[in-house]
C-alpha cells in the first residue's frame, strides 16, 4: 500500500523557518517524482516544489524560489521542504505526492498534479504576521 505521511508543520512567525518532512512507504522512492503542493483557506491547491526521480532536479513556484528548498534521503525513503523566510500568504496546508510516470517534475510551466497519484493527509503551516 502506498503510504505519504507529512510532519513538521505548526505556528511560526513571520521570518520563521519550519521543515516538513513527507516519508513515504509502498513504492519504489527512487521511481517516482515527488511533489509538496499546498492549499489555503479559499483558494485552489497549488505546487510548491517538486524534484525529478530521473535526476534529482528541483524545481519551485516562483512566490517560494530562494526561500524554500525540496531535498530527499533516499535511505530514508523521505523527502524535505526546508521552509525560510516564511511569509502570511505562505499559510496553508501543505501536501507531499508522488508521481509514478516522473511526468509531473518537468521544470516545464507550473507544478502540476495531474500525474501525482498518491496523496499525504497533509499538515497545517501556519504563520503569524
Known amino acids: 500500500e502506498v503510504q505519504l505521511v507529512e510532519s513538521g508543520g505548526g505556528l511560526v512567525q513571520a521570518g520563521g523557518s519550519l521543515r516538513l518532512s513527507c516519508a513515504a512507504s509502498?513504492?519504489?522512492?527512487?521511481?517516482?517524482?515527488i511533489g509538496w503542493f499546498r492549499q489555503a483557506p479559499g483558494k485552489e491547491r497549488e505546487g510548491v516544489a517538486c524534484i525529478s526521480s530521473s535526476d534529482r532536479s528541483t524545481y519551485y513556484t516562483d512566490s517560494v524560489k530562494g526561500r524554500f528548498t525540496i531535498s530527499s534521503d533516499n535511505n530514508k525513503n523521505t523527502v524535505y521542504l526546508q521552509m525560510n523566510s516564511l511569509k502570511p500568504g505562505d499559510t496553508a496546508v501543505y501536501f507531499c505526492a508522488a508521481d509514478p510516470y516522473a511526468l509531473g517534475c518537468s521544470g516545464h510551466g507550473d507544478i502540476e498534479e495531474t500525474d501525482f497519484i498518491s496523496w499525504g493527509q497533509g499538515t497545517q503551516v501556519t504563520v503569524s504576521s
Open positions: 509502498g513504492f519504489t522512492f527512487d521511481d517516482h517524482d
